[in-house]
């Protein structure tokens, strides 16, 4: 055979290759859009959808009272409150709104601007404007507590008390943001969200859901009320890529302006959190907002929610607190310090596994 015969046939079997490779990527993408919009099917949206700012925000709004708000963490949707059993809990004495966070559930993410917690805050306190709501107390788990975070600095007349759960308070190495900033990229990103880590995202999930919970089981009604293939769709892998990205620089920023927090605080982390050092964020949290209270919970993970309901739903009713706000009627006419002169005490409880 001539050198010349043997440049064709590598030539040949290189196309050959690329040809199948092209093919094979065009029906995993088909597969994953075919899949993406039966899981959308199965789970219709719950609650309702309105339109702000351009975005199809989907919440679930239930119960009477004074309002509370609740803002999920990476990789769920709302249901992870449902799952958790707080929205029923709160709605017993609260009207309480849980928003599907652009990108997540049924809400949209366009990509006309950058989705950092910083904007997301903005639109979800537009959002809580337009159903009438001026002031709430605010709960976030995880980037939930950063968009939380954000709300209380950008608009604190609207959060009469925050309430923060497994949350990431200050810059520090983030793998998990290296790792995902590829997928957050635009065009290389789509093929990718629709290929290699639609697939390997639903070898990894277990796992990934199991670290969350450690050292705690996973509860068998997690799954099933967040539906895996809700989790694995495009748009939500995009969502979680997008919101690791800006997860350090969101971080330093808002570390800078702690000291401008003058609501209530209540700060609470799992002791044994495997995704988010409880005492490198929580704890030193704590020591920054003198107005705060911190509950480590022994024996609980990153989903902190589910491990101590009872003193979130406490805390969030103020029985928990242990401090006063600056906005409470017997600090009316005090100085703003008078507002931190509460107790510094780390609370722990005891949770069964």
Known sequence: MTSFSLKRSTTSRTGQLAGAAILGGIATATWVEIRARRAERENPPTGRIMEVDGVRLHYLERGDGPPVVLIHGNAVSHRDFVASGLIDRL????????????????????????????????????????????????????????????????????????????GYYYPGLRVDAVLTAPVALPLLGDVMRYTVTA??????????????????????????????????????????????????????????????????VAIFAGADDLVIDPMEHAGRLHDDVPQSTLTVVPSAGHMVHYAAADEIVAAIDRRGMGLAGADDPELRGTSPEAGHLVSTEVAAVETTP
């Open 199 to 264: 697939l390997s995202g639903r070898l990894m999930l277990n796992g990934l859901v199991k670290a969350m919970f450690a050292p705690l089981d996973v509860p068998p009604s997690f799954l099933p009320v967040l539906s895996r293939e809700m989790m694995l769709r495009p748009i939500q892998i995009r969502a979680n890529a997008e919101d690791a990205a800006f997860m350090i620089g969101q971080a330093k920023a808002s570390s800078e302006r702690h000291h401008e927090l003058h609501m209530p």
């Open 91 to 166: 709605a017993v004495n609260h009207r309480v709104i849980a928003f599907d966070r652009p990108g997540f559930g049924h809400s949209s993410r366009p990509r006309d601007r950058l989705w950092t917690p910083t904007a997301q805050a903005g639109l979800l306190h537009t959002a809580l404007a337009n159903i009438g709501v001026d002031r709430a107390v605010v709960v976030g788990h995880s980037m939930g507590a950063m968009v939380a975070m954000a709300m209380a600095l950008d608009h604190p007349t609207a959060v009469g008390r925050l309430v923060l759960l497994g």
